[in-house]
């Protein structure tokens, strides 16, 4: 799976800098988690390994299980980005899945290291928990999408909550039943379906 998506404007030197700063500590956590085990990697060795000091890891990531699911957030992110781009005249649902299926699509085939990352993370409870949160941030910002679209219609917003967390948990679970039980298939075409039955409701 490839971070290239992307409508955001060119950033500067600095910001650019600072990004390849990021990746390489995410890289770095990954290539240790998988050699050694999540539960056996240290922000220490991760430092180490990226080629910088520990403070400035900190100024990255608060914690291991952020560097490594910095690759998970930025991602959805992008997807995120990708549905404020629907048209105006979509329902909340629609523009969800719309965004979803040019985000996969462009995305193309999971890589191998993607999948053996995603498995490595249903094997430890502490880092499915990590993930679980940094979904629940992007439901935020989705919600906050929802929300622009629904307008007076949900005063409280408590449908574009509920809209935005159906909609990460069918591609949650749509996920791991691919890793768990489908990988001659492709991975959007259970994502598709399951959005397709879960919608039904919203439209």
């Given at each position: 799976?490839?971070?290239?998506?992307?409508s955001?404007p060119e950033?500067?030197?600095?910001?650019?800098?600072?990004?390849?700063?990021?990746?390489?500590?995410?890289?770095?956590a990954l290539?240790?988690?998988?050699?050694?085990g999540?539960?056996?990697?240290?922000?220490e060795a991760i430092a180490?390994e990226?080629?910088?000091s520990r403070?400035?890891?900190?100024?990255?990531?608060?914690?291991?299980?952020?560097?490594l699911?910095y690759?998970?957030l930025?991602?959805?992110?992008?997807?995120?980005?990708?549905?404020?781009?629907?048209?105006?005249?979509?329902?909340?649902?629609?523009?969800?899945?719309a965004?979803?299926?040019g985000?996969?699509?462009?995305?193309?085939?999971?890589?191998p290291e993607?999948v053996a990352r995603?498995r490595?993370v249903?094997?430890?409870?502490?880092?499915a928990?990590?993930q679980?949160?940094t979904?629940t941030?992007l439901?935020?910002e989705?919600?906050?999408?929802?929300?622009?679209?629904?307008?007076a219609?949900?005063?409280?917003g408590?449908r574009a909550?509920?809209?935005?967390a159906t909609?990460?948990?069918?591609?949650?679970?749509?996920?791991n039943v691919w890793?768990?039980?489908r990988?001659?298939?492709y991975?959007?075409d259970?994502a598709?379906?399951?959005?397709a039955?879960?919608?039904?409701?919203?439209e």
């Open positions: 799976m490839s971070d290239t998506i992307s955001e950033p500067g030197l600095r910001e650019r800098k600072k990004a390849a700063t990021r990746q390489a500590l995410h890289e770095a290539r240790l988690a998988f050699e050694h999540p539960e056996n990697v240290t922000v180490d990226a080629g910088v403070r400035t890891f900190s100024n990255y990531f608060a914690n291991k299980e952020e560097a699911f690759g998970d930025r991602r959805m992110r992008l997807l995120a980005g990708m549905i404020r781009e629907q048209p105006a005249g979509s329902s909340p649902w629609q523009a969800l899945t965004a979803a299926e985000f996969y699509r462009e995305l193309g085939d999971l890589d993607w995603s490595m249903r094997r430890h409870p502490s880092l928990a990590a679980v949160q979904f941030a439901e935020r989705i919600s906050a999408e929802v929300a622009l679209r629904l307008g219609g949900d005063p409280l408590v909550q509920l809209i935005a909609f990460l948990a069918v591609l949650r679970v749509s996920l890793l768990e039980h990988p001659d298939v991975y959007w259970i598709r379906d399951s959005l039955d879960a919608g039904s409701g919203f």
